[in-house]
């Protein structure tokens, strides 16, 4: 049988005076990884922080339940408590408190239990490898003075410790090199590893989903999906790019 | 994160909002301060004949003095009933049954022992705490460090030396509260650390503060001589119980040639009190003032140290944070004064205000004429937790020569939606998501503290925090 984790039926949002979604309809099922393409402006990322609940967007119509729930009754940490991610464009920097220490309360927070510091440690300490990156960052305070790539791959890293159900990476790809691309690739790819781990990727880049297993491809156009296919979509859209569907939409 | 959260979770601010009782009418004298109740005082403290002229000489330039017209309103002080401020103890039994259940819970969860309690709320047993005291003292005495209640050093050998220093810094003439201070000081604490010995231990007046009349009208007079080193810290982090609301202290500190003194403050007066507190210091040649200074607590504070650096080479360091939550209006900041050459100063505060607080930021900095090749920083960042509460920052500059190397760099803020949503994402509450932010950005100061009283501050701010929503 089928699971679903997430159905959203006719979702419209946006700011206060400019609406963005336009009528979404979304299903992802259990250990499903979608991938969110379109062109720049057609509500991408918005859609990513309705489901996270980023409070800049009001939600005027349509409905989500998350594993059954009603999603928009939810705050933003019960939530995060319920087991969605998202891995944020721009992480914040927030001086005080080591990327180490913040994960640790971070995971204590999501799963009600304590910790256990040296499993824990090593965990992280085994993540940053993957992620190629020094096991110094685990000290360094959370986000501060790390680079563009750094701050993704800090996300990817939080993703992998905090072993969400549901896992939104909200252009993750954008601003790094190719090398960048391939590891934080790896590391989603060893969230993949386990089965009921269920993926929203954003990304206007084929690149990052070279590696990864993909089930379901939708292309978003002025606040509407207008196509929804198998990963063989992808390497149309990176063919001939998102020229016909921008005329369905006018 | 997880463990103070369990310890504090449940603490409510309101533990901090004492009431002071007006409505009783046995303790209200209605008329002002005369010259018999300061002979009164001076005769039950047994002072030398020198103070008794010098309180006398105080309470006239005090009748003389108008209040100041400059700072947050303080009309809720009655000086006709100045009295009331000045013998607060009169016919009053305190005891700790009288103090309120829930200032009894705050020193419990801040983890206060039992016996410091008592004398936190002003009911302390005094052996308690002068025990402690007394170790220290007999510790840092093999050096031949003074460390004593200024009273009884009055009399003592160092009497001569208290005298020659003894509100020469802070003159009465300063301003009405200065010379209030002049006329009725009671307790405090004087250190002398002699010639080139270095005081390993911060001292602490911590365990001072159940003197009789201390924590609001206490002196403090520190002189470290030249090449001298000491730490010295002042007060403690949980809230002080004081039936009367006015803490009129001074703070005189003396740095001689080539030494150094850090002077740490942690303030976190009942949230009736009205903190008009006068702190300053002279710093000789090639010496260094280094001030921490952390003000939470009270109704009204009005608190700038002064620095007057006198010296060629002296140096001045300043690193503050106010915190201003719900009815508060706190008016902190710092002066310098430099005054030779070479001379430098370096300020870095950070200000919080929440829940309708007001927070201001005020500095001076003077270059005199003769400061040559002086240099002077000043960085102020302020953080508004939400969009009732009020920053200001009002710095004055009056730079003399033009062989100055000055900056000021001020910055105001609020708590970004963006940072909240971010760290709610990761499971964080709305409340822990704006206290961890408001530590982070608090981190500069308690950095500079030593580790338990960076802990506390950041218990402090935690508590302080809770309930800023809704």
Known sequence: MEEK???????????????????????????????????????????????????????????????????????????????????????????????????????????????RIWPFHKEIEKNLGILDMDGAYADR????????????????????????????????????????????????????????????????????????????????VDGRIVETKGPELIDEIVKDGFAKYEEQGE | MKDEKTVIEDVNREFYDFRFEEGDDVFRVSEGLTEAIVSEISREKNDPDWMREFRLRSLEIYKRTDMPDWGPPIDGLNMDNIVTYVRPNAGMKAS?????????????????????????????AQYDSELVYHNVKKEVAEKGVIYTDIESALHGEYGEMIRAHFMKLVPPQDHKFAALHGAVWSGGSFVYVPRGVSVEIPLQSYF??????????????????????????????????????????????????????????????????????????????????????????????????????????????????????HGQNLDTGCKIVHNAPETSSYVNTRSISKSGGISTFRSSVVVNKNAENSKSSVSCQSLMVDSE??????????????????????????????????????????ENAKALIVSGFAENVSKELPLEYAVEMNNLIRIEMKGAIG
């Open chain 2, 96 to 124: 700790w049954e009288d103090v309120p259940d829930d200032i009894k819970t705050t020193f419990e969860r801040l983890g206060i022992p039992e016996a410091e309690r008592k004398s936190l709320a002003g009911v302390g």
């Open chain 1, 141 to 220: 305070d959370l986000n501060v003075g790390f680079s563009g790539g750094e701050k993704k791959k800090a996300e990817i890293l939080q993703l992998m410790m905090l072993k969400p159900k549901l896992a939104i990476l909200d252009e993750t790809d954008s601003g790094l090199d190719v090398d960048a691309v391939k590891t934080v690739s790896g590391g989603i790819r060893e969230y993949q590893k386990d089965a009921d781990a269920s993926l929203l990727i954003i990304t206007h880049n084929a690149a990052i989903l070279e590696s990864l297993r993909v089930d379901k491809v939708h292309v978003i």
């Open chain 2, 208 to 325: 001072r503060l159940n003197a009789p009349g201390a924590g609001q009208f206490e002196h403090t007079l520190i002189i470290v001589d030249e090449g001298a080193d000491l730490h010295f810290i002042e007060g403690c982090s949980a809230p002080k119980y004081n039936v009367a609301n006015l803490h009129a202290g001074c703070v005189e500190l003396f740095v001689g040639r080539n030494a150094r003194l850090r002077y740490s403050t942690i303030e976190n007066w009942s949230k009736n009190m009205y903190n008009l507190n006068t702190k300053r210091a002279l710093v000789e040649e090639g010496g260094k003032i280094e001030w921490v200074s952390g003000s939470f607590g009270s109704h009204t504070s009005y608190l700038y140290p002064m620095s007057i650096l006198n010296g060629r080479g002296a140096r001045s360091e300043f690193t503050g944070i106010t915190f201003a939550g």
């Open chain 2, 389 to 430: 509460s009020r920053s200001d920052t009002i710095p004055a500059m009056d730079i003399k020569t033009d062989k100055a190397d000055i900056g000021h760099e001020a910055k105001i803020g609020r708590i970004s939606d963006d940072a909240v949503f971010y760290l709610m994402s990761r499971g964080l509450s709305e």
């Open chain 1, 5 to 115: 984790l997430l159905v959203i039926k006719n979702l419209r949002s946006g700011l206060e005076d400019k609406e963005i979604l336009k009528g979404i309809d979304l299903e992802i099922g259990k250990g499903e990884t979608h991938v969110i393409m379109g062109p720049n402006g057609a509500g991408k990322s918005t859609l990513g922080n309705v489901i996270m609940g980023n409070p800049v967007y009001t939600v005027t119509a349509g409905t989500a339940e998350y594993c059954g729930e009603d999603l928009f009754e939810m705050s933003v940490s019960e939530r995060a408590k319920k087991g969605i991610f998202m891995s944020f464009q721009n992480p914040i920097e927030v001086p005080g408190i080591s990327l180490e220490n913040f994960l640790r309360s971070a995971s204590e927070e999501v799963t009600g239990e304590r910790v």
